[in-house]
């Protein structure tokens, strides 16, 4: 086997609830064993978080659990990473997210966590603080979009955190860190509520969709990954999806490159994270983690990754694809990151 290269470096822990003190303690020991924060938060840096707040407060919770312990980020996760960002010597952390309703940030804790550590909470389907829209360029040989059209606050901040749910996806197959950056974009921008200009027809969203996601990864890096997977669901990303139900893995995923702690992920998952369609979890798209390592962008495959804490062999379950055979057009009216 070749030897792991360490510009890959991926940390599990174990997390058997969300204690937020039992969460705070594994978030840290994720980082520590990583080296620390500060080879990306420099003192005075200001941080934006992208947590998973999908699906709004409407959709109803599998098997009467609560939203933020089946599909969307948990509020003690960014609870905790906040706490070591602000540790790390960032001078302001925003929570952005492209959120359903106000209400999502109020109704699932976010708006106490922003009151409690100093945080400020931004929709970023709104322009708010600034009064118009930034324009977010792709760089060189980019795929479906060359720019953007984002809040500013993405070009202000040094660094992105994306806080992810570890969970299936209905099209792209799975939705972790780099996926989760759908939710940047101000959805009445890209064809409403689920941003359908960016999923396209139902015949060309097998390729369209995984590169919009690479697009969004080169227009607004992602600088840290940390991924909730203590509680979630298994089958697809939301309760607007059949066969899906609550799992609990009891694990947290840090790293510093995206692509590589989203395959640790999807191998904690059962799957291959270098599949390609149509096989699972791939089945209805192309693997954009694939893409994302043919473009240079971090590696999915295991041998390239040194994984740090607790092993992938300790952890990992099988978790159900989406295979549920919902239409495309039926899953759009909520389907999100």
């Keep these: 086997m070749a030897k792991a290269s360490s510009s890959y470096q991926v940390a599990i822990a174990r997390a058997s609830s969300y204690d937020p003190k039992l969460v705070r303690r594994q978030v840290e020991t994720i980082f ?4 620390g924060l500060g080879d990306v938060v420099k003192q005075g840096d200001i941080v934006a978080i992208k947590p998973n707040l999908t699906g709004g407060t409407s959709a109803q919770p599998q098997g009467g659990l609560p939203p933020i312990e089946t599909y969307v980020t948990h509020p003690a996760v960014v609870r905790a990473m906040i706490e070591l960002l602000y540790d790390a010597g960032a001078a302001a952390v925003y929570i952005v997210e492209s959120v359903y309703e106000w ?5 699932w804790g976010y708006v106490d966590v922003a009151h409690d550590l100093g945080a400020t909470l931004i929709d ?3 322009s708010q603080p600034y009064t118009d829209y930034a324009s977010l360029p792709v760089g060189q040989n980019w795929f479906i979009y060359d720019q953007f059209t984002a809040n500013h606050i993405l070009q202000e901040v040094d660094a992105l955190v994306s806080v992810a749910k570890m969970k299936c996806h209905w099209i792209c197959g799975i939705t972790q860190s780099m996926k989760n950056l759908v939710g940047l974009v101000p959805a009445k921008l ?7 200009d960016l999923h396209g027809a139902e015949d060309e969203m097998k390729q369209r969709l995984p590169r919009v996601v690479i697009d969004l990864n080169r227009a607004r890096p992602v600088n840290v990954s940390l991924i909730d997977g203590i509680m979630t669901v298994d089958g697809s990303e939301g309760p607007w999806n059949q066969d899906l139900g609550p799992k609990s893995p009891g694990i947290l995923i840090g790293g510093k490159n995206p692509v590589a702690t989203d395959a640790v992920a999807v191998a904690a998952m059962g799957f291959d994270p270098t599949a390609e369609y149509p096989d ?7 693997n954009h983690l694939n893409i994302a390592r043919q ?6 495959r295991l041998h390239d990754i040194a994984i740090k804490g607790v092993s992938l062999a ?3 379950q ?3 694809p989406a295979y549920a055979p919902t239409g495309y057009r039926h899953a759009l009216p909520q389907m999100a990151a």
């Design 295 to 300: 473009l240079g962008l971090g590696s999915n």
């Design 124 to 126: 970023l389907n709104d």
């Design 280 to 286: 699972p979890s791939f089945l209805r798209a192309e």
């Design 32 to 35: 520590d064993n990583l080296g």
């Design 190 to 196: 890209y064809g409403g509520t689920v941003r359908s």
């Design 314 to 316: 300790d952890v990992k």
């Design 103 to 107: 209400g999502s940030y109020q109704d």
């Design 318 to 320: 099988q978790f159900q």
